[in-house]
């Protein structure tokens, strides 16, 4: 929408279907999962998953060919999130059901063609733990709603409440009606003013066209309706998405018109079946982003940059129970102190063990199953069948062309040192706000003395955060020589954000961790640190004191389970 124009500068894609400009665009998008074509037999529903939000078909018949055609609304604009992931689950009745393939596509590339608007497109749909295995394929429309009848679609909503002879058309007593329920100041001191305005044929009556002209040409000159009849939300604050698509998608999700269930972040909280849901009300447990949902929360979510899509990190809810009750309470900080950083240091050993041993290569299988759709073997260096032991899997290498260096020849700009959940703060106070709820963190204290110059203080630090399902080599994010390592022993807390975020362990200082200073002709000294966790007792590095690094160069890498490498930059 850009205007009463209908599609501003677009001009003759105005038709409802027809391809849109996709610069400086804002719109309705109606997106269609119609159908599905798989390899076997069983009962599916779909998810569909755009920027913040993840929407859900209702569950097929028992067959290999499932048909939903099942729609939804969504806002797509030039800026928002437009690359939409779609999975398909088999049902599961009393725990989590099993994604079974998933497809992504950008809405931009199928809004853009010049299709007809019942146009279907067939996506393959991809093995979670293999991109070049497809599943069977997933047929899907999506194309621009008139504006026109965006307009029409909400004046007959707001209409219908006040309409009480049900004719289709208010009279001035309803119009009335009307203004005082959802207007605003302006909108109840004009209301004859208003209604001579609408009723542009002068018969006396305002029908459905007219009120919706009035309703577009008002909120864009001078607004009537100030707050979101259904959510309240303030109106106006909006510049390319106007306040009738807001409305417009406020009264399909209050009066149930779509098909396709809302109110899911993620496709995995989509996918519980009902006796999960039931334990999670129980427990009292709650979804949100990041540090929101508190260091209490059993659910981990993360913002993906690239798709602009939340996504869940997979975690055992015994293993998130068992941090809340060892991090998260003074009896588990007592027990901290009386032993357990022992234990988690031996266990730490024994698993490292284990993991090198021949017999552990039969566990590589059941990791991929658990994390299917968040590893891809395709972009690793060596086939599966190459690893002898779990922890050579674990440590695997990429292919070159798999991790791309931005703007490689720029040493003004630093990179992502590994796969990760990233964290950039400016300053350590800004970190200890948001993040680090430990009861004493600081840069002293991460670096030690031996590693710790004045130039870092109130410096900006950057949290890489390592999950086991990641590849675990760290690369080195800045160009300059590798002044020296200092190695610092210490414990084997977990860096989940449980711990991360509790206010009885310090997990960044108290932790084992070997740190490297790099000095820069951009960023002057860079400190690196390496932090080891629990099930990660080695932190190898590849390069040695007096080496000159490429940004992009392999620095390192953690053996089983998860870390996090910490640069801290002088301020």
Same mark, same amino acid.
């Given at each position: 929408?850009?205007?009463?124009?209908?599609?501003?500068?677009?001009?003759?894609?105005?038709?409802?279907?027809?391809?849109?400009?996709?610069?400086?665009?804002?719109?309705?998008?109606?997106? *269609?999962?119609?159908?599905?074509?798989?390899?076997?037999?069983?009962?599916?529903?779909?998810?569909?998953?755009?920027? =913040?939000?993840?929407?859900?078909?209702?569950?097929?018949?028992? !067959?290999?060919?499932?048909?939903? #055609?099942?729609?939804?609304?969504?806002?797509?604009?030039?800026?928002?999130?437009?690359?939409?992931?779609?999975?398909?689950?088999?049902?599961?009745?009393?725990?989590?059901?099993?994604? %079974?393939?998933?497809?992504?596509?950008?809405?931009?590339?199928?809004?853009?063609?010049?299709? +007809?608007?019942?146009?279907?497109?067939?996506?393959?749909?991809?093995?979670?733990?293999?991109?070049?295995?497809?599943?069977?394929?997933?047929?899907?429309?999506?194309?621009?709603?008139?504006?026109?009848?965006?307009?029409?679609?909400?004046?007959?909503?707001?209409?219908?409440?006040?309409?009480?002879?049900?004719?289709?058309?208010?009279?001035?007593?309803?119009?009335?009606?009307?203004?005082?329920?959802?207007?605003?100041?302006?909108?109840?001191?004009?209301?004859?003013?208003? /209604?001579?305005?609408?009723?542009?044929?002068?018969?006396?009556?305002?029908?459905?066209?007219?009120?919706?002209?009035?309703? $577009?040409?008002?909120?864009?000159?001078?607004?009537?309706?100030?707050?979101?009849?259904?959510?309240?939300?303030?109106?106006?604050?909006?510049?390319?998405?106007?306040?009738?698509?807001?409305?417009?998608?406020?009264?399909? +999700?209050? !009066?149930?018109?779509?098909?396709?269930?809302?109110?899911?972040?993620?496709?995995?909280?989509?996918?519980?079946?009902?006796?999960?849901?039931?334990?999670?009300?129980?427990? /009292?447990?709650?979804?949100?982003?990041?540090? *929101?949902?508190?260091?209490?929360?059993?659910?981990?979510?993360?913002?993906?940059?690239?798709? @602009?899509?939340?996504?869940?990190?997979?975690?055992?809810?015994?293993?998130?129970?068992?941090?809340?009750?060892?991090?998260?309470?003074?009896?588990?900080?007592?027990?901290?102190?009386?032993?357990?950083?022992?234990?988690?240091? #031996?266990?730490?050993?024994?698993?490292?063990?284990?993991?090198?041993?021949?017999?552990?290569? @039969?566990?590589?299988?059941?990791?991929?199953?658990?994390? $299917?759709?968040?590893?891809?073997?395709?972009?690793?260096?060596?086939?599966?069948?190459?690893?002898?032991?779990?922890?050579?899997?674990?440590?695997?290498?990429?292919?070159?062309?798999? *991790?791309?260096? $931005?703007?490689?020849?720029?040493?003004?700009?630093? !990179?992502?040192?590994?796969?990760?959940?990233?964290?950039?703060?400016?300053?350590?106070?800004?970190?200890?706000?948001?993040?680090?709820?430990?009861?004493?963190?600081?840069?002293?204290?991460?670096?030690?003395?031996?590693?710790?110059?004045?130039?870092?203080? #109130?410096?900006?630090?950057?949290?890489?955060?390592?999950?086991?399902?990641?590849?675990?080599?760290?690369?080195?994010?800045?160009?300059?020589?590798? =002044?020296?390592?200092?190695?610092?022993?210490?414990?084997?807390?977990?860096?989940?954000?449980?711990?991360? #975020?509790? @206010?009885?362990?310090? %997990?960044?200082?108290?932790?084992?961790?070997?740190?490297?200073?790099?000095? !820069?002709? =951009?960023?002057? @000294?860079?400190?690196?640190?390496?932090?080891?966790?629990?099930?990660?007792?080695?932190?190898?590095?590849?390069?040695?004191?007096?080496?000159?690094?490429?940004?992009?160069?392999?620095?390192?890498?953690?053996?089983?389970?998860?870390?996090?490498?910490?640069?801290?930059?002088?301020?």
């Amino acid at each position: 929408h850009r205007g009463r124009d209908r599609c501003g500068a677009a001009g003759d894609a105005s038709e409802s279907g027809k391809g849109v400009a996709a610069d400086e665009f804002a719109g309705i998008a109606r997106i *269609r999962i119609v159908k599905a074509d798989l390899r076997f037999k069983d009962k599916f529903f779909a998810c569909l998953s755009l920027g =913040e939000r993840t929407y859900r078909t209702e569950t097929s018949d028992s !067959t290999h060919r499932p048909v939903w #055609n099942s729609e939804k609304k969504v806002v797509i604009e030039t800026n928002g999130p437009h690359i939409a992931r779609i999975s398909v689950f088999e049902t599961n009745r009393f725990s989590k059901n099993t994604l %079974v393939g998933y497809c992504e596509v950008d809405l931009f590339d199928l809004l853009t063609k010049d299709l +007809e608007e019942e146009h279907v497109e067939d996506l393959a749909l991809l093995d979670p733990s293999s991109s070049t295995t497809t599943m069977g394929t997933i047929s899907v429309s999506c194309y621009i709603e008139d504006p026109v009848e965006t307009e029409q679609s909400f004046a007959r909503r707001v209409l219908a409440i006040v309409d009480y002879n049900e004719d289709g058309k208010l009279s001035l007593s309803e119009f009335s009606d009307l203004m005082k329920a959802f207007g605003n100041g302006l909108a109840v001191n004009k209301i004859e003013e208003l /209604f001579r305005q609408a009723d542009t044929n002068g018969d006396g009556i305002v029908d459905m066209d007219e009120l919706a002209a009035l309703l $577009a040409d008002q909120q864009e000159k001078e607004p009537i309706i100030s707050n979101c009849p259904v959510c309240g939300e303030s109106l106006g604050k909006y510049d390319k998405i106007n306040d009738m698509i807001h409305m417009t998608l406020c009264f399909d +999700e209050g !009066t149930g018109n779509q098909i396709m269930t809302g109110g899911f972040l993620t496709d995995k909280q989509a996918a519980y079946g009902w006796m999960f849901k039931l334990s999670e009300w129980a427990n /009292f447990s709650s979804y949100d982003v990041g540090l *929101r949902s508190g260091s209490t929360a059993s659910h981990i979510l993360v913002f993906d940059r690239r798709t @602009k899509r939340l996504v869940e990190e997979a975690i055992d809810g015994k293993i998130v129970l068992s941090m809340r009750a060892l991090y998260q309470s003074k009896v588990g900080l007592t027990l901290i102190d009386s032993g357990v950083k022992d234990i988690l240091k #031996n266990l730490s050993e024994k698993q490292g063990k284990k993991m090198n041993s021949p017999e552990s290569a @039969k566990d590589i299988p059941k990791f991929l199953e658990l994390f $299917a759709g968040q590893i891809n073997m395709d972009e690793t260096k060596d086939p599966i069948e190459s690893f002898k032991t779990f922890n050579e899997f674990f440590i695997r290498q990429l292919k070159p062309s798999a *991790r791309p260096i $931005a703007h490689i020849d720029d040493g003004s700009i630093a !990179t992502c040192a590994a796969d990760c959940r990233l964290m950039a703060y400016s300053s350590v106070d800004e970190s200890t706000r948001f993040w680090i709820k430990g009861r004493k963190f600081s840069i002293e204290g991460l670096l030690g003395a031996d590693a710790h110059y004045n130039a870092f203080k #109130n410096g900006s630090l950057v949290i890489f955060r390592l999950a086991p399902q990641d590849y675990h080599r760290f690369h080195v994010p800045v160009s300059g020589t590798v =002044e020296k390592f200092v190695e610092i022993p210490g414990c084997l807390y977990t860096v989940n954000p449980i711990a991360v #975020n509790s @206010k009885y362990c310090n %997990v960044f200082t108290e932790n084992k961790r070997v740190i490297s200073i790099i000095s !820069t002709p =951009e960023f002057g @000294k860079v400190a690196f640190v390496a932090i080891g966790a629990t099930m990660v007792g080695s932190i190898t590095f590849v390069k040695k004191e007096g080496d000159y690094v490429h940004k992009g160069d392999e620095f390192g890498y953690f053996s089983f389970g998860g870390s996090t490498v910490i640069c801290v930059f002088e301020k």
